[in-house]
């Protein structure tokens, strides 16, 4: 599953070129406005402040095609992940982490 988890996040943020060009949401860090393609939560940059175990809890618990109207609900556990890797990147660059996570 691990070697999965990996494939997932390396193909993920390889090729940004391409990705950029589909892009349709920003990452999710807070306050940043660069383009993600949308089954991408963060940046690359924002992605790596993020600690391994969390990104391994966000791959964890993605459902591939979540992020389409029509896919599947966003888990507990997906959310809290989620949760998580945006807190510990606002902590990272000294902003406020958004208040209804705390």
């Not at 390396?10 to 860090?29: D, I, K, Q, V, W």
């Not at 807070?30 to 939560?41: D, N, Q, S, T």
């Not at 600690?51 to 888990?75: A, I």
Request: one cysteine or more.
């Amino acid at each position: 599953m691990l070697r999965h988890l990996r494939g997932h996040m390396a193909m993920s943020l390889r090729g940004a070129g391409a990705e950029m060009s589909r892009a349709t949401r920003r990452c999710a860090a807070v306050g940043c406005e660069i383009k993600v393609a949308p089954h991408i939560l963060m940046c690359r940059s924002h992605w790596y402040m993020v600690s391994q175990m969390t990104r391994l809890k966000v791959l964890r618990h993605y459902q591939k095609g979540q992020e389409k109207e029509d896919g599947p609900t966003l888990t507990d556990l997906y959310i809290e992940a989620m949760q998580q890797a945006i807190s510990e990147v606002a902590i990272r660059e000294g902003k406020t982490v958004p208040g209804q996570w705390l």
